[in-house]
């Protein structure tokens, strides 16, 4: 031990982080912050390691392009990584490009922020059928992820979304809304004529339980009105409160406040019906799906559900009672899951590394020294973006405690980890290069016209999407 404590003492601290999304950035700028703060001599080095050829993970790959906002915390984690203390180290694959022991060899401490980016399985007949989807996937194509394919079959009328949480808003939105109201976003000139061609008449997102147990949050919800030509239709069948939705209701500002807007749209829509959309957007409740039915060819031709009751607890059960919509798409949007990582125990049933506090665990539940991890990875994937820092002081909390007994790296030299990408030959990007790459893409922005009839609008950015052309703009 003597030995491990006075290596970590003589040195920087040499700290890996893999993934640079939200988690991974806020993990590093909490570590840099901490070094120097608690012991005046403590110092720390840090590589942020990512997959992909950018940085911002989740955001870039993973929030809606029509959500500027959250897009907005780019800004903000733009800053940490921009202050140079942390070096950036992207299009490099854990467990394929480097190993464990690769990382054990060159650091004191791994932090594993991987986020979670696969679709929740839904185990119904048919949900392995053409033109079933996961919502995670279709996230990843509007978002020019480059490891999908550019084209996205969008030949349906009517399309059931799955789910009553914010990714299927997102899903449903990108699906129901028209795309030019998308052009002053950073889409991918490619997804936009996608969504253009696609002949979409109606939307149905179906929740399982009541309108007080939807997983929406209410701004999310909110903006559902805001979209051009689009009705939002509601069936009254579907507004049920049990004692737990009351409950709910009084104590829960959130709920309240989305339940209000629920029944409003309810009322409204009853009220005025001259001026109809092109597009609706309809939102079930109680309906559980059962089966994905087959057209006769292999095919979505539409969907079963069981009608649900709430059973008092907010909870729902079966009523006996099924009902079928006729539809030639299915997304389901029922949550995300985590990803196995090489090397490390991994918990499928929850999709997270099993972990105690950020601490990584072996298989007889004991921490593996010098590993830990954060965010998705770490606890699940929910909650809003923000609440991924709790997370990151709690993990490296617990490896600030750790520090004097860390194993020590056999080369902690910052360049020993890039002599071995260059021998490996793997095209890794920089920090300058990301730069570049965010660089060209503000200029394809500012460079694009619109069609005719929209040529006033401004663009900020448009993405690059596949990865060799990311790779070879961030090289130089
Ligand atoms: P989520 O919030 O956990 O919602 C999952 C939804 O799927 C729930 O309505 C759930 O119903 C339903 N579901 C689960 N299993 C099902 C099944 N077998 N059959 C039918 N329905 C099923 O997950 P998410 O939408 O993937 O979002 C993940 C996190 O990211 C959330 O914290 C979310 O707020 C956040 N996010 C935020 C934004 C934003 O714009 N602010 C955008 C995207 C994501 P039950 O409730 O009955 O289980």
């Keep these: 031990m003597s030995n491990h404590s006075e290596t970590a003492a003589n040195r920087p601290l040499r700290v890996a982080i893999v993934g640079a999304g939200p988690a991974g950035v806020y993990a590093a700028d909490i570590l840099t912050k901490s070094s120097g703060v608690k012991d005046g001599d403590f110092q720390v080095s840090i590589d942020l390691f990512e997959a992909y050829p950018a940085p911002y993970g989740l955001i870039r790959y993973g929030v809606a392009p029509d959500h500027p906002r959250i897009k907005g915390i780019v800004n903000a984690l733009h800053k940490v990584l921009d202050r140079g203390d942390i070096r950036f180290l992207g299009n490099v694959t854990y467990g394929r490009d480097l190993t464990l022991h690769d990382f054990r060899a060159f650091y004191d401490a791994v932090i594993f922020s991987t986020g979670a980016i ?105 903006e559902l009105s805001h979209m051009n030509d689009v009705d939002i239709v509601l069936y009254p069948e579907d507004f049920e409160f049990d004692d737990a939705s009351d409950e709910a209701i009084r104590t829960n500002n959130q709920v309240k406040t989305m339940v209000n807007t629920l029944t409003n749209w309810l009322v409204e829509e009853h009220a005025e019906s001259d001026n109809p959309s092109s597009r609706r957007l309809h939102l079930h409740f109680l309906h559980s799906p059962v089966e994905v039915l087959d057209d006769g060819t292999g095919t979505v031709g539409g969907i079963k559900f069981e009608r649900m009751q709430l059973d008092g607890t907010g909870n729902a059960k079966g009523t006996g009672e099924y009902v079928e919509y006729p539809v030639q798409a299915v997304y389901r949007a029922i ?44 606890r699940g994937p929910v909650g809003l973006i923000g ?64 069609p005719e009839g929209l040529d006033h609008m401004v663009r900020e950015r448009i993405k690059v999407v596949p990865r060799e052309e990311m790779i070879r703009i961030s090289r130089g």
Excluded: C
Aim: charged share 25%; aromatic share 8%.
């Design 387 to 450: 609440h991924t820092k709790g997370d990151a002081l709690e993990t490296i909390g617990f490896l600030l405690e750790d520090r004097l007994n860390l194993p020590p790296a056999t080369n902690p030299d910052p360049q020993a980890i890039i002599d071995l990408l260059e021998e490996r030959g793997i095209e890794y990007t920089t920090w300058e290069g990301w730069n570049k790459l965010d660089a060209h893409e503000a200029g394809l922005g500012a460079a694009w016209t619109g």
């Design 118 to 222: 696969k679709d929740a399985d839904l185990d119904v007949p048919g949900i392995h059928l053409r033109g079933s989807f996961g919502g995670a996937d279709f996230v990843s194509w509007y978002d020019g992820h480059p490891d999908v394919p550019r084209e996205w079959p969008l030949e349906a009328k009517e399309i059931a979304v799955i789910g009553n949480g914010n990714v299927a808003l997102d899903v449903a939105r990108m699906l129901v809304k028209h795309p030019e109201e998308l052009l002053t976003t950073e889409i991918p000139d490619n997804v936009y004529q996608g969504l253009k061609a696609s002949p979409v008449t109606d939307v149905h997102v179906f929740g399982r339980r009541g309108p007080a147990q939807v997983k929406f949050t209410p701004l999310e919800l909110r």
């Design 335 to 378: 949550g995300y899951h985590g990803s196995a990582l090489d090397e490390l125990e991994y918990d499928a049933k929850r999709g997270v590394i099993p972990n105690e506090g950020g601490r990584v665990l072996d298989a007889d539940g004991s921490p593996v020294p010098g590993i830990y991890t954060t965010g998705w990875i770490k």
